[in-house]
Structure formats: C-alpha cells, structure tokens
C-alpha cells in the first residue's frame, strides 16, 4: 500500500508543480494583456492624439505640396500649350489675312484693268463717232458748197 500512496503522492505533487506553473504563466501573460489593453490617463491619451494629429497634419501638408508642384506643372504645360496655339492661330490668321489682302489686291488690279480697258473701248468708240461725225459734217460742208457752186 505503501506504494500505491506513494505514487498518490507523486502525482498531487506533480500537479501541484504544473498548477503553480501554469499559474504563474498565467499571471505573466494576463499581466502583459492587462498593460496592453488598460486605458490610458488623460495625460497620455492627450499626448497620442497630438502625435497622431501631427502626423496627419504632416500627411496632408505633404499631399497639398505634391497636389501644388503637380498643379504648377500642368499650369506650365498649359500656359505653354495655349501660347503655342496662339501663336500658330495668329500665323495661321496672319498668313490668310495675308493671302485675302493679296488676293483683294489682284482682283481690284484685274476690275481697275478691266474697267480702265472698257473706258477705252468707249473712248475709241466715241472717237470712232466724232470723227465719223466730223467726216459726215465736211462731207455735208463739200455737199453744200458744190450745191453753190453749181
């Protein structure tokens, strides 16, 4: 019998080895849980959200100067883009202004010319009219003085 509580013995003290153990496992484990979850004082919380505050006071100042760089950027490429399209507009406007004016003057050239040129013809014809005007008055003039003659 005496083995039989003898190994009775062994066994509490195996368990109570194992239960002082994992007590103590325990203890250290729901400590550091404890420290992880408890609440903070009101001195703390404060300081954390000030760090977190700046920080995304940071965040975002940071992001407003890439948006400002990305916006001066496509300014830039804008300003360029829109003056070299004026400037290819105002060439484009200058060069068919050019080509109008050209154009005007040549057609105003050809109408004085062709004007010029039918005054004449009215001037010759005119001409052309006095002189037979003239020819049938001396003919008359030679008609009549042969008539007294006669």
Known sequence: MG????????????NSKDFM???LIGGVVGAAIA???????????????????Q?????????????KDIAQE????????????????KRK????TSELTKNASKKT??????VQGKLQEKRNKEDE??????NVAEAVEDAAKELEEK
Not at 3 to 14: G, L, Q
Not at 55 to 67: C, F, G, L, P, S
Not at 109 to 114: F, I, V
Not at 129 to 134: K, N, V
């Open 74 to 89: 496509k300014g830039a490429d804008w300003k360029e883009k829109a003056y070299t399209t004026g400037s290819d507009l």
């Open 21 to 23: 153990i994992g007590t």
């Open 109 to 114: 050239k050809e109408l004085t010319e062709s």
């Open 129 to 134: 009219a006095l002189q037979a005007a003239e």
């Open 55 to 67: 920080q995304v006071t940071h965040q975002v100042k940071d992001r407003a100067y890439d948006i």
């Open 35 to 53: 420290l992880v979850f408890a609440p903070k004082s009101g001195r703390e919380l404060r300081g954390d959200i000030n760090e977190g505050a």
């Open 93 to 96: 406007a200058m060069d068919t």
């Open 3 to 14: 083995e039989n509580n003898n190994s009775n013995n062994n066994d509490t003290n195996i």
